[in-house]
C-alpha cells in the first residue's frame, strides 16, 4: 500500500506537509512561552522570525501586537504565507545570510532552524547580528538524545506509516542537546536565559492525530488543537524544548 505524498513547502492540497504541519501543532505552545518572557511582547516590537514557513508562527506574534518580519529560504512558503497572512513582511532569505542590517530587531525567533541546520554557529552568528542589545532571541529545537532520534529520525523520518518528513531532513549530527545551543549563543554575546522543554499533553492523541492527518481525515489547521502540546519546565528536555537568551545592553 502506498503512503500519502511527502512534499515540504508544497501548494498541493494532497501532500503531507510535514514542515507545516509541525508549526500549526507547535504553534500554541510556542504563544505560550513567547508570552511568558518578561517584556517581550510589547506593541510595535520589531520582531524577526528566521524560519517562518507558511507564516502560522509570524501571524500569531503579528496578533500579539509586534512588528513582525518573516524570513524563510523557501520561496514557494514565503509565496503562500503571503497570500494567507496580512500584516506580515514576508522574504525569501536563508538563515546563514539575512537580507536585514545589524540591530534591526528587538526579537529574533528562529523556528524550525537549529535542528535543520548544518552550521548552527552560523545561524546564531547572523541572528545575533540583527538583534539589537537588550534584545530578545527564542528558539525552539530538538534535543540529541534516544527519544528524540526515535521521534524525528524515526517516526517523523523512517517509519513509513507516521513519516511526514522526506528522508534527511533530520540527522542525528544536527539535534542540538541545550549545552550545544547554550555553546553557540555565549560564543556570539548573547546570554542564555531559559530551557524549557515541551512535550505532547497525551502521546496517544498526537499519534491519533498524525495518523488521521495521513489518511486524509484532518486539515493541518485541524490538528493541532488535537496534538495538545503543554511546557514542561520542571521536566528534562526529552525531545523537543524551547528556549531564549539576551543580548545585553551596551554600557
Known amino acids: 500500500m502506498v503512503g500519502p505524498r511527502i512534499e515540504l513547502d508544497t501548494r498541493s492540497t494532497d501532500a503531507i506537509d510535514g514542515r507545516h504541519l509541525r508549526a500549526v501543532a507547535f504553534q500554541q505552545v510556542r504563544l505560550r512561552y513567547v508570552e511568558k518572557i518578561p517584556g517581550l511582547v510589547r506593541p510595535g516590537a520589531r520582531t524577526l522570525v528566521i524560519g517562518g514557513g507558511r507564516g502560522v508562527l509570524p501571524a500569531g506574534l503579528a496578533a500579539r501586537g509586534l512588528d513582525v518580519t518573516s524570513a524563510d529560504p523557501s520561496p514557494v512558503a514565503t509565496e503562500l504565507a503571503t497570500a494567507a497572512v496580512p500584516g506580515v513582511t514576508f522574504v525569501t532569505a536563508p538563515a546563514v545570510q539575512l537580507p536585514f542590517p545589524d540591530t534591526a530587531f528587538d526579537v529574533v525567533y528562529c523556528a524550525d532552524t537549529f535542528e535543520i541546520a548544518t552550521d548552527l554557529d552560523a545561524v546564531v552568528r547572523e541572528a545575533a547580528r540583527v538583534l539589537r542589545p537588550g534584545g530578545f532571541l527564542?528558539?525552539?529545537?530538538?534535543?540529541?538524545?534516544?527519544?528524540?532520534?526515535?521521534?524525528?529520525?524515526?517516526?517523523?523520518?523512517?517509519i513509513g506509516f507516521t513519516r511526514i518528513m522526506p528522508p534527511g531532513r533530520y540527522a542525528a549530527a544536527r539535534l542540538r542537546p541545550p549545552a550545544e545551543v547554550g555553546a553557540a549563543l555565549a560564543a556570539h554575546g548573547l546570554r542564555s536565559e531559559d530551557v524549557c522543554g515541551f512535550k505532547p499533553a497525551s502521546i496517544g492523541r498526537l499519534v491519533s492525530a498524525v495518523l488521521r492527518r495521513r489518511r486524509g481525515q484532518l486539515t493541518d489547521e485541524e490538528v493541532g488543537p488535537l496534538t495538545g502540546f503543554v511546557l514542561d519546565p520542571d521536566g528534562p528536555p526529552l525531545v523537543t524544548y524551547l528556549g531564549w537568551a539576551s543580548r545585553p545592553a551596551a554600557t
Do not use: H, M
Not at 149 to 157: E, I, K, S, T
Open 138 to 158: 527564542v528558539y525552539d529545537t530538538v534535543n540529541r538524545t534516544v527519544p528524540g532520534r526515535a521521534v524525528y529520525l524515526g517516526a517523523f523520518q523512517g
